[in-house]
T-cell receptor, first 114, second 112 residues
């Protein structure tokens, strides 16, 4: 069974540009969450999607947005990039049956903003 | 403000040592506490705890939750160099499946 797949794995952008990151969850998983990981702040929740609907959103500015498609694949977008957006962006999926709480993480997309 | 605090932030031990990692939390509508291991990129799931006093075990790793004192510990016995990683504690709350509050992690280095 394939794991969570994130693309691209690495990317470099300049300030003011925008970026789109993609996440394919484990087959059968319908919930996708996004996290930002930085050395100073650790893992911080961005948003969660289930059945193409955003269920929760973390405390990030409106420049951060996302969506989920009917096949559960998800994308997140960051507009008007700032230096502080440099981070590892992790996607996680879960199978919503009961309330197990276990998330399966992808290997992340490493974004560097110059 | 909800928070999860891990200690120590880093730890260096030698193979064969036993280590205890700590996680305390203050989270409204607590649902579960989870431990993850992050070696390079993707955190991998270790344990989920929802009830106090019930130890979860997997090989040399074990964990327990105290919901009265709001903390959990992760024990690793007979450590090996392959245990070197960042160990993350996270708390799930409310009805959300995917929204976890993470601690900043404990970086464990196991020397041969």
């Amino acid at each position: 069974k394939a794991g969570v797949t994130q693309t691209p794995r690495y990317l470099i952008k300049t300030r003011g540009q925008q970026v789109t990151l993609s996440c394919s969850p484990i087959s059968g998983h319908r919930s996708v969450s996004w996290y930002q990981q930085t050395p100073g702040q650790g893992l911080q929740f961005l948003f969660e999607y289930f059945s193409e609907t955003q269920r929760n959103k973390g405390n990030f500015p409106g420049r951060f947005s996302g969506r989920q498609f009917s096949n559960s694949r998800s994308e997140m977008n960051v507009s008007t990039l700032e230096l502080g957006d440099s981070a590892l962006y992790l996607c996680a999926s879960s199978f919503l049956q009961g309330r197990t709480g276990e998330l399966f993480f992808g290997e992340g997309s490493r974004l560097t903003v110059l | 403000e909800d928070k999860v605090v891990q200690s120590p932030l880093s730890l260096v031990v030698h193979e064969g040592d036993t280590v205890t990692l700590n996680c305390s939390y203050e989270v409204t509508n607590f649902r579960s506490l989870l431990w993850y291991k992050q070696e390079k990129k993707a955190p991998t799931f270790l344990f989920m705890l929802t009830s106090s006093g019930i130890e979860k075990k997997s090989g040399r790793l074990s964990s327990i939750l105290d919901k009265k004192e709001l903390f959990s510990i992760l024990n690793i016995t007979a450590t090996q160099t392959g245990d070197s990683a960042v160990y993350l504690c996270a708390v799930g709350y409310g009805g959300s499946q995917g929204n976890l509050i993470f601690g900043k992690g404990t970086k464990l280095s196991v020397k041969p």
